[in-house]
């Protein structure tokens, strides 16, 4: 069972990127998605979060209207759309899959925003 983050890069103040997650090896559809990231020498923060089936999106003050969490059953996938992104948007971005007492992350994308 796995997940893996793709679409991180570097990109300028103000653009966008879309990471994907996709999972594999377990029942996808049942796991709560959360996206987290950490920066250097910071602790890991939480970026934003989807139900199961794809409903409730819940994000931190700091990327809300900004970001966009979704989640694809049929893909076993999910997506953070970043969109007017700025400096200090700059970490490692982690994928979180978690069903009770069982959960699995990704290794990780780096997103790096500067001019």
């Known amino acids: 069972a796995q997940l893996v983050e793709s679409g991180g890069g570097l990109v300028q103040p103000g653009g966008s990127l879309r990471l994907s997650c996709a999972a594999s090896?377990?029942?996808?559809?049942?796991?709560?998605i959360t996206w987290y990231r950490q920066a250097p020498g910071k602790e890991r923060e939480l970026v934003a979060a989807?139900?199961?089936?794809?409903?409730?999106?819940d994000y931190a003050d700091s990327v809300k209207d900004r970001f966009t969490i979704s989640k694809d059953n049929a893909k076993n996938t999910a997506y953070l759309q970043m969109n007017n992104l700025k400096p200090e948007d700059t970490a490692v971005y982690y994928c979180?899959?978690?069903?009770?007492?069982?959960?699995?992350w990704g290794q990780g994308t780096q997103v790096t925003v500067s001019s």
């Open positions: 090896g377990f029942t996808f559809s049942s796991y709560v």
């Open positions: 989807i139900t199961s089936f794809g409903g409730r999106p």
């Open positions: 979180n899959a978690r069903l009770g007492a069982s959960a699995y």
